[in-house]
């Protein structure tokens, strides 16, 4: 690695939390943030530095709040899109959950409580980011369209492909982080993802999507986005009480392209079958 390079990447690092530090107080930073920009940075997560350049880090003290949370917002004087990452710094039930779950991983290869955090906490930015970028390209808009036209059906199918391409950009982002992990030789990094993963409940499905993405087969690839889209239909749809008993439908080419922009490097690959569309909306 290049001296100019590390220089390079040290400016940019230091930069960011510079940014960060102006837009939350150094005594409210939520404690995992810092070191899960930190390894993004390390991992090469670039897409996240957009979202962190333009959003607000809003703390939340709440007893049970979602570890980050994007939310649309918009500068009242000049219309550019801002928007906010709520995040949860109470992480009482998160040590809960981490005892149970590294209970099974040998104490050699454990990581502790702080990087279990650390990875949780980046890929949570990751699944958001995707809606950040959803917001800043025309998707959301597309959502309130179908919203105000009382379009159930297009709603829903929406929605639910919306939060599904977050699935994906978290995945891929777990790839990344578990391939930095593997490079530097860290057996604690690589159980911390496969931890984060098995608390949201993807880890099953991060083994199939991570042996489809390196296959480079796209039939391969694009079953198992098909597969991991309909295993996590009905969770991501349960927000929406409205969208229980709807059924999908097809989307206008558009509204599909803008919806999975924010893991376009990974759809491209499969979205050359006629069928694609059919798939995500079925």
Known sequence: MSKTFCLL??????????????????SAQPPALQEALALAQEAG???????????????????SPPLAQYHPKQDPQTENIIGEIRLGTNYHRYKKEYLVLSSTVS???????NQYMTVLTLLSLSNENAHFIQHLNGSLDDFYHYLEADNPRGMCTLYAL??????????????????????????????????????????????????AYRSRDLFSLKDSLDHIFHQRLKYNIASLSRCKDTRMTLLEKDVFKRA????????????????TATQYNH
């Open 107 to 113: 104490r050699l290869d454990r990581p502790d409580f």
């Open 45 to 63: 997560i670039s897409s996240l530095w957009p979202m962190i350049k333009r959003v607000q880090i809003v703390p939340l003290t709440d007893t």
């Open 9 to 26: 990447a040290l400016s940019l690092f230091v930069g960011i939390l510079v940014l960060q530090k102006t837009v939350v107080a150094q």
């Open 162 to 211: 919306q939060q599904h391409v977050s699935d994906i950009k978290m995945l891929e982002s777990a790839l990344i982080i578990e391939n930095y992990f593997l490079g530097i030789g860290s057996p604690k990094g690589i159980n911390a993802v496969h931890l984060a993963l098995k608390k949201m409940e993807l880890g099953n499905l991060f083994e199939e999507f991570r042996h």
């Open 260 to 275: 999975i922009q924010p893991a376009e490097n990974v759809f491209p690959k499969i979205i050359v079958f006629p069928n």
